[in-house]
């Protein structure tokens, strides 16, 4: 290949790296704050070495970025770039089985990133080769960088296999209750000041203790009134670290949401008192993956208003929401549970 020729293929090919890696950067912003489709639900449910995908793709492509920038002062540089992608792409595989076989569905944002790791990945192999080819670079050279790709792309996709969890509560909060392995998910997804929400509380209640026998159970903040961003933390400690005893303290909160908008902790200790419960101080990071994991969830179900009660079926892959007080009923819960399960 003329040399000419070659400048001109790498130029171009430069082009399409820098607008891949900075369009794999954004498409991981998007991810890291669930600004997704109704998928995003389900993706929040992994994690990979304990790290939301979305803000490990942040560093990720932050990484690459930082490579491609140095790499024609330091040789180094490009070798990890190169060895990096082809990593990330044997892990690209594990995901993308993971959307196919066991989600059963695609997500835009994700399949976005794949693209990109893919398409910068080929925009190295191809610069590669040409350089190798312009320089008169040998057969066994050019085969032995593939083989290193090879084999990053292996460990690649061997981390990936150790390092993605199916649970995402296994690295962030715990906030299920109920029968833990079943396929099955009750949201009760509210706001602290919503009326009907109010009216409906006591139906919950109610019948908690059945669904919890029968399916996970869990308890989402969705902040309608901006006055309920106040409580989460109460809420979210609760949920924690005092499952035992948590419809009760729900109770308490939700009597003490009609006298104050913005409670102290003392006001708040004073009310869990008499259960025999001593306030935590808070933990910021708890808050923030608490609060993180409350949005990936009711934007990713593509809930609207409150209350809604998503019931959701990992096998199945059906879901049914149910909104409002005529649709919240003990009778039409559990209906909900065996019709997804179907």
């Known amino acids: 290949m003329p040399l000419s020729s070659c400048g001109a293929g790498k130029a171009v090919a430069g082009v399409v790296l820098w607008l891949a890696l900075l369009a794999g950067l954004t498409l991981s912003v998007l991810s890291g704050l669930k600004i997704c489709t109704a998928m995003c639900s389900e993706t929040a449910k992994f994690a990979i070495f304990g790290m939301d995908f979305g803000?490990?793709?942040?560093?990720?492509?932050?990484?690459l970025i930082l490579l491609a920038?140095?790499?024609?002062?330091?040789?180094?540089?490009?070798?990890?770039?190169?060895?990096?992608?082809?990593?990330?792409?044997?892990?690209?595989?594990?995901?993308?089985?993971i959307q196919k076989y066991i989600i059963g569905a695609w997500c835009p944002v994700c399949l976005g990133i794949a693209a990109m790791v893919v398409t910068t990945g080929f925009?190295?192999?191809?610069?590669?080769?040409?350089?190798?080819?312009?320089?008169?670079?040998?057969?066994?050279?050019?085969?032995?960088?593939?083989?290193?790709m090879a084999l990053a792309l292996l460990i690649g996709l061997g981390a990936a296999l150790v390092g993605v969890q199916k649970e995402a509560e296994a690295?962030?909060?715990?906030?299920?209750?109920?029968?833990?392995?079943?396929?099955t998910t009750v949201y009760v997804v509210s706001d602290w000041f919503c009326p009907v929400c109010r009216r409906v509380e006591p139906e919950i209640e109610k019948v908690f203790p059945e669904i919890a026998a029968t399916a996970r159970v869990a308890?989402?903040?969705?902040?309608?009134?901006?006055?309920?961003s106040n409580y989460t933390p109460y809420n979210l400690q609760f949920i924690m670290y005092n499952k035992d005893k948590y419809m009760r303290l729900r109770h308490v909160l939700?009597?003490?949401?009609?006298?104050?908008?913005?409670?102290?902790?003392?006001?708040?200790?004073?009310?869990?008192?008499?259960?025999?419960?001593?306030?935590?101080?808070?933990?910021?990071?708890?808050?923030?993956?608490?609060?993180?994991?409350?949005e990936s969830l009711f934007r990713g179900f593509g809930v609207k208003a409150t209350?809604?009660?998503?019931?959701?079926?990992?096998?199945?892959?059906?879901?049914?929401?149910?909104?409002?007080?005529?649709?919240?009923?003990?009778?039409?819960?559990?209906?909900?549970?065996?019709?997804v399960g179907r």
């Open 69 to 97: 920038a140095l790499r024609k002062r330091i040789p180094l540089a490009g070798a990890l770039l190169l060895y990096g992608v082809s990593g990330a792409a044997g892990a690209e595989l594990r995901l993308i089985w």
């Open 254 to 294: 939700d009597e003490l949401s009609r006298s104050t908008k913005n409670p102290t902790p003392e006001q708040v200790q004073a009310a869990v008192a008499p259960l025999g419960i001593k306030l935590r101080p808070h933990n910021f990071v708890e808050l923030m993956n608490g609060v993180k994991l409350f």
């Open 171 to 183: 690295a962030g909060p715990d906030i299920y209750f109920g029968k833990r392995q079943s396929d």
């Open 219 to 228: 308890f989402v903040d969705m902040p309608i009134h901006p006055d309920t």
């Open 55 to 63: 803000w490990f793709g942040c560093l990720f492509f932050g990484v």
């Open 307 to 339: 209350p809604t009660v998503v019931v959701d079926n990992t096998r199945t892959k059906k879901r049914k929401l149910l909104v409002g007080s005529r649709d919240i009923t003990r009778s039409a819960i559990k209906e909900a549970i065996v019709e």
């Open 123 to 148: 925009v190295l192999l191809y610069e590669l080769l040409a350089t190798q080819t312009a320089l008169g670079g040998s057969m066994k050279a050019k085969l032995t960088h593939v083989v290193v």
